[in-house]
């Protein structure tokens, strides 16, 4: 399964972004999409995730209550709307999926998409 990553760029401190991740492959099942960043110099870590059945959504703490994520099935996308960003949400951000691949488990990364939030 192949992901496509895509609505990074520059923002204020105090912007808004949406990022989107669009998952293609030939027979496969979602079961969990996701974001997740890595920071200079830091290790990459959870931003959120997204049941793909039942929408129920998962956020680190850094990020509750300013960012959002949502996903169209129909679509096989995940989105991370982000607001009110702050200069420590600059990192690339991976999105994730996880699911079945003609029965086969698979975790599949996107190729990342950098965000910088600076003046």
């Known amino acids: 399964v192949q992901l496509q990553a895509c609505g990074g760029g520059l923002v204020q401190p105090g912007g808004s972004l949406r990022l989107s991740c669009t998952a293609s492959g030939t027979f496969f099942t979602i079961d969990v999409m996701g974001w997740y960043r890595q920071a200079p110099g830091k290790q990459r870590e959870l931003v959120a995730t997204i049941g793909s059945s039942s929408g129920v959504s998962n956020y680190a703490d850094s990020v509750k209550g300013r960012f959002s994520i949502s996903r169209n099935n129909a679509k096989d996308t995940v989105y991370l709307q982000m607001t009110s960003l702050k200069p420590e949400d600059t990192a690339v951000y991976y999105c994730?999926?996880?699911?079945?691949?003609?029965?086969?488990?698979?975790?599949?990364w996107g190729q990342g998409t950098l965000v910088t939030v600076s003046s």
């Open positions: 994730n999926v996880q699911g079945r691949d003609y029965g086969e488990f698979y975790n599949s």
